[in-house]
């Protein structure tokens, strides 16, 4: 596996909305691989392919339960809210403070490009809308309620 760049705000490619994937190759295998070792290795809990210069959708989330991964997802059901601080590896260093549902029901294809519908709450459903939106485009601060800040991470022991 192999370590992908992660695309950062500015990059043109975060703004494109992703096209369909339509079958498993060998090469979405190997994509969908270096996007979770770029992803374990970048600490975060979500990427989608866009990050990573793909326009493809196609999303991996890990919100500590084991990865997930979504091809085509779309988003079926939401109910709740829930506000709180969003990061994106997109955007290190940086976080707002951003509203979600707090329940999200999602459609998508696994790797074997069969048919899942998930459910998540609090921070997986956060994870859920947050990767889906980078499929159309879309990056997080178009959501924050008031300025995005930096921020420190501490480095765990």
Known sequence: MALRKIRE???EVLNKECKEV???TIRTK???NDMLDTMYEAMGVGLAAPQVG???R???IDIGEGPIILINPEIIETSGEQTGEEGCLSL???AGTVTRPNYA???ALNEDMEEVILEGEGL???AFCHEIDHLDGKLYTRLVEGEVHDVNYEEEE
Request: glycine letters at 8%; aromatic letters at 4%; charged letters at 30%.
């Open 92 to 94: 290190p260093g940086k």
């Open 9 to 11: 705000f500015g990059d």
């Open 30 to 32: 190997v994509l969908i």
């Open 105 to 107: 029901k999602v459609k």
């Open 22 to 24: 339509t079958k498993m």
């Open 58 to 60: 196609i999303v991996v």
């Open 124 to 126: 997986l459903a956060r």
């Open 54 to 56: 793909i326009l493809k």
